[in-house]
Structure formats: C-alpha cells, structure tokens
C-alpha cells in the first residue's frame, strides 16, 4: 500500500505554515501554533480519526487569530488532498456523532472533488477563553475549499461552548477516519459512477 502522507508549507506576509499528515498513523499530534484551544481541538482530531498530524505555524496573533487559523485550515486542506491521492479504495463517505454531557454533534462528509460547507451552529457565547468561536467556520471552510470536500456540521444541542466545540472536532476526526477508510471491496475502483473525483 503507498503511504498515505504528505507535507505542506504555506508561507504568506501573514503566516507560515508547516503541516504534516498521516492518515494512516496512531493518532501522535504534534501542534506549535500560538492558538492552543485550537491546537486542543486539532488533537480531538487527531485521536479520534487515527491521523498523525504536526502543524507549526507563525501568525500575526498579536492582531487576532484569524489568520493563523484560517490558514490553518487551508494549509490542512491541501495536505489532506495531497495525501488521499487519486482516493481510489477509499470509503469516500463518512459520518459520525458524538456526546460530550449535554452537547451532541453530527458531522458528515464525502470526499466529493466539490467544496461545500453546511455548518449550523449556535453557539452559546462567542468566546472561549480568548478565541473567538467565529473563527471555527473561517478554520473549516478553508479546509473545505483546499480539501475538496463537502462537510455538513450541525451541534444538534448543547450549553456549553466548549462541550459544543469540542463534539464538533471529535466528530470532525471520527468522520474523516470512516470516509478514508480503505474498502477491500474497493480496492483500485473509484467510488463514483463517474469514474471520477
């Protein structure tokens, strides 16, 4: 089986950005961001979807996180797409949902070719700690876009933002861990009747 890997570095007046992938890892995270409920939520995914990752970054946080976790979530996007490959064997559909106390998430995605984010959450404040929860849609819409995904995120409930938040990322890992997932039935077939993705 080819490795599954890839490595990315994304370098802008605003951010550098080194991301390294394995979708076929343990699990290992290894974060240096200057965002760390972030670099909290990416080890959610990390664990729970089997995936190593080792993203270092350097932003311009000392205006706000915004574009350090935006591109974040492009720079991940791109070396998920490097690292799928031609997504022959794969499962390509994957969803998951997942509790933490109150809160509940469900998370879905297909590894279409096509960009689409459906994300609805109300979050019950709009701040954890210092991070502004907004900047969650700007972190997965730059996956998306760079992924070539549909993903479809909906907190189905919850009161605590950070239960709601941290449901969403472990559901995130879960879905993209089933949808990567190498079919025996499938292997070399694409998984559309298109022939194409």
Do not use: W
């Amino acid at each position: 089986m080819t490795e599954r890997k890839a490595e990315v570095s994304r370098d802008t007046l605003e951010t550098q950005i080194k991301c390294k992938v394995n979708l076929d890892g343990t699990g290992a995270a290894n974060f240096d961001t200057g965002v760390p409920f972030l670099e909290h939520m990416l080890d959610q995914v990390a664990r729970h979807g089997l995936i190593d990752l080792d993203i270092h970054a350097k932003g311009d946080v000392h205006i706000d996180d915004h574009h350090t976790v935006e591109d974040i979530g492009i720079t991940l996007g791109q070396a998920f797409t490097k690292a799928v490959g031609d997504k022959k064997g794969i499962r390509r559909y994957g969803h998951a949902y997942v509790p933490l106390d109150e809160a509940l998430s469900r998370v879905v995605i297909d590894f279409s070719g096509r960009p689409g984010l459906e994300m609805h959450v109300e979050f019950t404040r709009a701040v954890v700690g210092n991070f502004d929860v907004d900047l969650f849609y700007e972190f997965f819409q730059g996956f998306v876009n760079h992924a070539q995904v549909t993903l479809h995120i909906d907190n189905l409930r919850g009161r605590n933002t950070h239960h709601q938040i941290e449901t969403i990322f472990k559901a995130f890992g879960r879905a993209l861990r089933m949808a990567l997932e190498l079919d025996p039935r499938m292997s070399g077939i694409m998984p559309s009747t298109k022939g194409a993705l």
